[in-house]
């Protein structure tokens, strides 16, 4: 649900600003780069469902907006993900990460999906991901590697601000979307 807020400006009357839900981030994998992202994470608008097979691989505290699910059966936390999710793969296998990969790419409501990995990476999973019957033009939804350029510093709470900076600009852009659809909706 979207709530508006009021910006006096000058003393002209008010201008509204959308004010959108927060983000809702499913991160799989627990290793440094999911700690170092959690602990930013949580202090940004969002929920995080993070989630691992390895329970002993997450800490005694997280941020209030993190909930930690620990299975066996990670691929199941895809399909109950809401619609709008944001869908972040960094698990300690590339197995398990393409299998996620897989699953994620048959849902077509996602916000955003990005995986940690190289572009060697991706291109092997773009053409596992075509056998398996993704469209070439979805594979542009797939975002590996993870972050805004020009970081090159691969340690994990480099990776996590790249990671963050990301979902932030995701998320700027489909408030800046959402602006412009009220104007034209405001004209019409």
Excluded at 141 to 164: L, N, R
Excluded at 172 to 184: C, E, G, N
């Amino acid at each position: 649900m979207n709530v508006s807020s009021s910006i006096q400006i000058g003393r002209r009357s008010a201008v509204q600003l959308p004010r959108p839900a927060p983000m809702h981030i499913v991160l799989f994998g627990a290793g440094h780069v999911g700690h170092a992202l959690v602990t930013l994470l949580g202090s940004l608008p969002c929920v995080v469902q993070w989630v691992d097979e390895r329970d002993e691989l997450f800490p005694d505290e997280t941020p209030p907006n993190v909930q930690i699910e620990a299975t066996d059966t990670p691929d199941v936390i895809v399909d109950t993900a809401p619609a709008g999710a944001y869908f972040l793969v960094m698990t300690h296998n590339h197995a398990l990460d393409f299998s996620l990969a897989a699953r994620i790419m048959r849902r077509r409501d996602f916000t955003y999906f990005g995986m940690i990995g190289s572009k060697t990476k991706r291109v092997k999973f773009e053409r596992r991901l075509l056998e398996r019957g993704v469209e070439l033009d979805r594979l542009v939804e797939m975002t590996c590697p993870i972050g805004v350029g020009g970081i090159v510093d691969k340690a994990p709470s480099a990776i996590a601000v790249a990671v963050c900076a990301e979902l932030l600009q995701i998320r700027s852009r489909q408030m800046a979307a959402q602006v412009a659809i009220q104007k034209l909706c405001a004209t019409v």
